[in-house]
């Protein structure tokens, strides 16, 4: 079946340092989402990627979706303390309603 | 957005008791619905997809008879963990579309979740 991975699992930055996470699926996806779980919380959609080299930017946020449709990248520029969670991706195959969640990247931003 | 609206948002239950949780879209009509359960820093795992007005279509590894979900209407989705055990201990989620948004919108709306600890 399909799989996401996703990679760091962890990551902790000093705030004012950039993030990036990084998802790839293990088949080409009909579209990527992205998501936000503060903790304690449920995650929140952040934004959907469906055009193949797709950049989209939030703010701070900047999603990319690979040429091949296949991988995908959230880059924080300049973190700051309200952007601690987890950030997971999900992938939905072609023809397929179901969505694929990677393993999550869990950020910590030092003050 | 759209909202779903979960209940419980916290149960603690004895072993060998049910729980029943709902799932509930407030502003649209959910023909289907996705029921996740997430352990402690782990990925949300999809459980079955609850589809309003015939069964549920479950994942690979999960029972369908400890795991009972009915969608009886376009609003309400449940699931009733039966029988519970201490390790059906988790946080579970429910998940909807809302097809009156954009075409080619895929995003889900996620209700609060409910996190269940069997004693």
């Known amino acids: 079946g399909q799989q996401v991975m996703q990679i760091p699992q962890y990551q902790h930055v000093q705030e004012g340092e950039d993030f990036t996470t990084y998802c790839n699926s293990s088949t080409t996806l009909s579209n990527i989402q992205w998501y936000k779980q503060r903790p304690g919380g449920h995650p929140v959609f952040l934004i959907q990627l469906v055009k193949s080299g797709e950049v989209k930017k939030q703010k701070r946020l900047t999603f990319q979706f690979g040429e091949a449709k296949k991988n995908s990248s959230l880059h924080i520029t300049a973190t700051q303390t309200t952007d601690v969670g987890t950030y997971f991706c999900?992938?939905?195959?072609?023809?397929?309603?179901?969505?694929?969640f990677g393993k999550g990247t869990k950020l910590s931003v030092i003050p | 957005g759209a909202v779903v609206s979960q209940h419980p948002s916290r149960v603690i239950c004895k072993s060998g008791t049910s729980v029943k949780i709902e799932c509930r879209s407030l502003d649209f009509q959910a023909t289907t619905m996705f029921w996740y359960r997430q352990f402690p820093k782990q990925s949300l795992m999809l459980m079955a997809t609850s589809n309003e007005g015939s069964k549920a279509t479950y994942e690979q590894g999960v029972e369908k008879d400890k795991f009972l979900i009915n969608h009886a209407s376009l609003t309400l989705s449940t699931l009733t963990v039966t029988s519970a055990h201490p390790e059906d201990s988790s946080f579970y989620i429910c998940?909807?579309?809302?097809?009156?948004?954009?075409?080619?919108?895929?995003?889900?709306?996620f209700g609060s979740g409910t996190q269940l600890s069997v004693l």
């Open positions: 999900a992938g939905q195959g072609a023809g397929s309603y179901q969505l694929t």
């Open positions: 998940s909807a579309r809302d097809p009156s948004g954009p075409p080619r919108d895929e995003k889900l709306f």
